[in-house]
């Protein structure tokens, strides 16, 4: 269920350049500058929504890569406009879904090094479940919170996306 | 994989817990009714923190629930203090935690019907991936965004919880 789990955090991903549509109009109506919105956090030291993009758009690249047996594509972090992360966010989903479903396979026997974590490494299922699902559905949410705490007309459904129903 | 995800939803749930003792401790220190806390939210439109504590159990149960075939518990809505929340928690703990692996076996052939979406179903698959897991982590970064935005003292470790390193 690797290439499953990727792809739907993709998606959920992909939902953000909606909420930019949002947090544009929304900063017109007010007549503000949008950068009061890109730079709004939760807190005085927690990072700004441009961060919790970034890090959105590193999880998925890095489960995409890692748990395919790929290299990570480098994405600098000098994002500073709603055009710049929308470009940033486009460059991941592209990444994440040129990776196949077969590149997948073995993952349950690959391990991931995560930077902070000297001498030490994940198993594959690990990392999807404790460190892929969790960080990209965080600070997803997070932009999310942002976006609501400052006014921004964002709501459960902007956050699920479309749904795969079947009719009963 | 349906077992593993369900089971990491409840880990993650779990940890809450230990948020609820910083929240307590904060209202503390800073002689405060922690029910401001609990009521908090990000928006005078958005659920308070209770809500989100009950919807972020609400997902794990029912995950727990439909996709291993089994009939859902009820738990009502009436928790008021921490007390009540913790012991909401650990109900869905013990609910979730008593289903065995061996049950979610045909969790892909099964469907769940959704309130609020009348004449549809969704496919087991779909249900894991666009429901348990997006909402979970929803409800409980809430949880978490509420008391980072009061002061409590979360950080992004209190969210991942415990991760299975290997020593490489």
């Known amino acids: 269920m690797y290439y499953e789990v990727v792809s739907q955090c993709t998606q959920s991903l992909r939902l953000l350049d909606g909420w930019l549509d949002k947090a544009v109009a929304f900063a017109e109506a007010k007549n503000i500058d949008v950068d009061s919105l890109l730079n709004g956090r939760l807190a005085p030291d927690m990072k700004p929504l441009i961060y ?34 929308r470009a ?20 349950d026997g690959r391990t991931v090094k995560l930077s902070w974590a000297q001498g030490k490494v994940m ?10 699902i969790p960080n990209v559905y965080f600070h997803i949410a997070m932009v999310y919170a942002v976006l609501r705490s400052s006014g921004v007309d964002v709501g459960k ?12």
Chains 1, 2 share one sequence.
């Not at 940033?88 to 993952?107: C, H, L, M, N, W």
């Not at 198993?123 to 892929?132: P, S």
Request: with cysteine.
């Open 52 to 85: 919790q993009v970034q890090s959105a758009c590193d999880y998925v690249k890095a489960a995409a890569a890692w748990l395919s047996g790929q290299t990570l594509p480098k994405h600098e972090d000098n994002e500073t406009t709603v055009e710049e992360l």
């Open 88 to 107: 940033r966010i486009r460059k991941t989903v592209d990444f994440a879904e040129s990776v196949p479903q077969t590149k997948y396979q073995g993952a």
């Open 123 to 132: 198993g594959g299922k690990d990392y999807l479940l404790q460190m892929t």
């Open 157 to 168: 459904m902007d956050f699920l996306g479309t749904l795969n129903f079947i009719e009963a």
